[in-house]
């Protein structure tokens, strides 16, 4: 084989990606390349979930500190909103994540956490107190 997976990943990668567009399928480094896929989905659940807390840290903010409330947050939420429809719209899979409470929960608690810090406050709920549809709602602020 060519490249080393353990070298140079990127290299690596492209070899893989040429091998596979020529159907060289004997040259392929299949452990590796399923791992690498599985690495990518994991990512792109984290990035999700990143942005979810956010959206809900900014949101809880938003409730919680009325007289604090300034153009960067309400940017803060929309962005983020924008962001996520954008990646729902690229892997729709990752829609089903919204149902799953497990990582649900882990987004509220790392929302929590983030909205804990940068106010100071801790009489945030334990479980989300909105929808999904009211999270994503571009209109939907709370009061």
């Not at 990606?17 to 990512?43: C, Y």
């Not at 956490?113 to 929808?131: K, M, P, R, V, Y």
């Amino acid at each position: 084989m060519g490249t080393a997976y353990e070298k140079d990943i990127v290299a690596w990668a492209n070899e893989q990606a040429s091998f596979i567009r020529a159907g060289r399928f004997d040259l392929v480094d299949a452990e590796h390349l399923a791992e690498e896929m599985e690495i990518m989905g994991k990512s792109e659940k984290r990035e999700l979930a990143n942005r979810m807390a956010l959206l809900l840290a900014h949101l809880l903010k938003w409730k919680h500190q009325p007289n604090r409330r300034g153009s960067s947050w309400q940017k803060t939420i929309k962005i983020q909103r924008k962001e996520i429809a954008y990646e729902l719209r690229d892997m729709p899979s990752l829609k089903t994540l919204f149902t799953d409470p497990e990582w649900a929960e882990l987004v509220w608690e790392k929302a929590v956490a983030q909205a804990e810090d940068e106010t100071g406050l801790d009489n945030f709920s334990d479980t989300c107190i909105w929808t999904t549809e009211q999270i994503l709602n571009q209109e939907f602020f709370p009061n």
